[in-house]
């Protein structure tokens, strides 16, 4: 059964390199060019995608959490509502974004947190669609999507296997592109409730399905562990200063760690190779130069009974190998042999 999804221009599967999600999110503050010099960044740092995300504020809030205070150091508006309205771009940004990415060659999509908001993606032609931890356990939300037919990338922090079997069952059911991305939906997350054994649960359980993990932890070596266990999408938060206001930025990665973490987990993947036990040719030199041959403790007669005493294994390896010593040990010597000459088998008689 193929274990395969395509993202935009790219085809994800267990041989392909990973399918990187730069998570730009808010992290723009609302600010187009910002935006753009992100993208241009995590071009730069060879990620697959960037990913916005996308909120029908006024409907998805209730007039209450709309109009609370929010007064806080990363606040963009006196009350959450105005704080979000803030932070979102709408159909002209998006517009130009889309063609900004695209140029670029970068995958462009967003997380639909409510069905206006998916409608409004599917407008623009969005090639994919993220959904958030939030909503996993948010069938209508998950049913208006998959009915897009676009690949879709789940996340599942905060829910049980129950919740993630239920969701896999509802978008399948309609829409078999589907990706399951292991999360812990901490903001930090701390590094003991990642649970990244759970993308080998999800591998076993869904084996019809790529896996991925979208991480939210600080530090760049947790996505190459998820890589090695089996998750091919890998989504992180990206910001151009860890010290930009933003409650995102503090666990989000800069260029530098952004351009690490691809750069390690292509190494990842050329590093796990096929599993066969194979002798590299870059191998020899080091092999013969460091490995031992078979030679002569001492000058040696001709007719002589070798024992283990009369054998010496000495560098370089260009002779008969130590793995022969048994073959060596009570044969007789056809020919006179000086200290550390080499041991063969033409010189040296077996014994009857």
Do not use: W
Request: aromatic content about 8%; overall charge negative.
């Amino acid at each position: 059964m193929s274990r395969e999804l395509k993202l935009g221009q790219h085809v994800v599967n267990d041989e392909n390199p990973a399918y990187v999600i730069a998570e730009v999110g808010h992290n723009h503050q609302g600010k187009l060019e910002t935006a753009k010099e992100m993208f241009r960044q995590a071009q730069s740092c060879g990620v697959s995608a960037v990913k916005l995300q996308k909120r029908d504020n006024r409907t998805l809030f209730t007039q209450a959490a709309f109009d609370k205070p929010y007064e806080n150091e990363n606040s963009f508006g006196a009350t959450y509502g105005e704080h979000r309205e803030a932070l979102e771009f709408g159909r002209e940004e998006y517009a130009e974004l889309k063609a900004y990415a695209a140029e670029l060659g970068l995958d462009f999509f967003a997380t639909a947190f409510d069905t206006r908001s998916a409608d409004f993606l599917e407008a623009l032609g969005m090639p994919a669609y993220k959904i958030a931890s939030a909503d996993l356990r948010n069938l209508p939300l998950l049913r208006h999507v998959a009915a897009f037919g676009k690949p879709m990338v789940v996340s599942t922090g905060g829910g049980t296997m129950e919740d993630v079997e239920r969701a896999y069952d509802t978008v399948m059911a309609i829409n078999t592109q589907l990706c399951i991305m292991q999360c812990t939906c901490g903001y930090p997350v701390e590094f003991e409730e990642l649970n990244l054994r759970a993308i080998e649960t999800f591998r076993q359980r869904f084996l019809d399905i790529v896996i991925g993990y979208s991480g939210h932890d600080n530090g760049i070596s947790m996505p190459v562990v998820s890589y090695v266990l089996g998750a091919r999408v890998i989504e992180k938060h990206f910001t151009l200063n860890r010290a930009m206001k933003g409650t995102d930025n503090v666990f989000s990665l800069e260029p530098v760690g952004m351009r690490k973490m691809t750069r390690d987990l292509e190494r990842a993947r050329l590093s796990l190779g096929d599993g066969k036990k194979v002798v590299f040719a870059s191998e020899a030199g080091p092999v013969l130069k460091m490995g031992k041959k078979l030679v002569a403790a001492r000058d040696l007669p001709a007719g002589q009974i070798l024992s283990a005493d009369d054998i010496a294994m000495k560098s370089p390896g260009d002779g008969l190998a130590p793995a022969e010593i048994d073959r060596v040990i009570g044969s007789v010597t056809k020919v006179a042999l000086a200290t550390d000459d080499a041991l063969s088998f033409d010189q040296l008689e077996p014994v009857r």
